[in-house]
């Protein structure tokens, strides 16, 4: 069986070349497209039909922004058999447009996925911002939160990563969310406690790209979190 990888790259517009070859080494079909990083980004604009043209079964992986499309992905796209979410939301976000409107972030066949808004009145207190407070205030005073969760106990597998020292938005609580959700399907979550928003996989060099922002952990515990992930990744991909 031959096995189709989508790398989806985060916020920081930058494709993950490193990852993909890794993957590429151990003889999988890798896709890591640069996509903009932009409100009503089409799910289908993903290329997904080339990957499944070509492959028996379909892999979503995807960092931060890109773990949300993934997790999309595999709950809206019934081709996908598994989602490998570094870094994860439980949620769709707004994405704040330069008149300070917010829209969605993504789209599926036409329309605007339901999104969590954010909370206008948050305000950094740190230098470089966190924004983990602006994330979860944000889902506290949304009422209609419920509507924007991603719908992840569609997904067929899950496999979570998340550093308990993220500063950009708070992945393992979003991760333990995804978890308690999805019941008993499987799931499998690999938490690094000192680790933050970007684990560094064995044979990777830290990402440096993206705005300004705290993004916690320090190099040896995202390296010590992606040595840990890596081993999951290949037994999931081994089937």
Do not use: C
């Not at 058999?81 to 969605?104: H, I, K, M, N, T």
């Not at 966190?130 to 939160?145: C, E, I, M, N, P």
Request: aromatic fraction near 8%; charge should be negative; avoid cysteine.
């Amino acid at each position: 069986m031959r096995t189709g990888i989508l790398l989806l790259h985060g916020s920081s517009g930058a494709p993950d070349v490193q990852r993909a070859r890794l993957l590429e080494a151990e003889g999988y079909d890798v896709l890591a497209p640069r996509w903009t990083v932009t409100h009503d980004v089409p799910l289908e604009s993903f290329p997904l039909d080339e990957l499944a043209a070509r492959n028996d079964r379909l892999v979503v992986m995807g960092s931060s922004w890109g773990a949300e499309a993934a997790l999309l992905l595999g709950a809206l796209d019934d081709r996908v058999d598994s989602v490998v979410a570094f870094a994860p939301s439980a949620y769709v976000w707004a994405r704040v447009l330069e008149d300070g409107s917010q829209r969605s972030a993504w789209t599926w066949q036409g329309q605007p996925l339901p999104f969590v808004p954010f909370d206008s009145e948050w305000k950094a207190e740190d230098d470089p911002p966190s924004y983990t407070g602006l994330y979860r205030q944000s889902v506290q005073r949304f009422a209609d939160a419920e509507q924007a969760r991603i719908p992840v106990e569609r997904i067929g597998e899950v496999l979570l990563i998340a550093g308990g020292d993220d500063r950009v938005w708070p992945s393992v609580e979003f991760a333990e969310e995804i978890v308690r959700r999805r019941g008993e399907r499987r799931t499998r979550i690999v938490v690094g406690p000192e680790a933050g928003h970007r684990p560094v996989l064995p044979g990777e060099d830290p990402k440096s790209a993206g705005q300004r922002m705290a993004r916690g952990g320090t190099e040896e515990a995202d390296r010590e979190l992606g040595a840990r992930a890596w081993d999951e990744i290949r037994n999931l991909l081994a089937g």
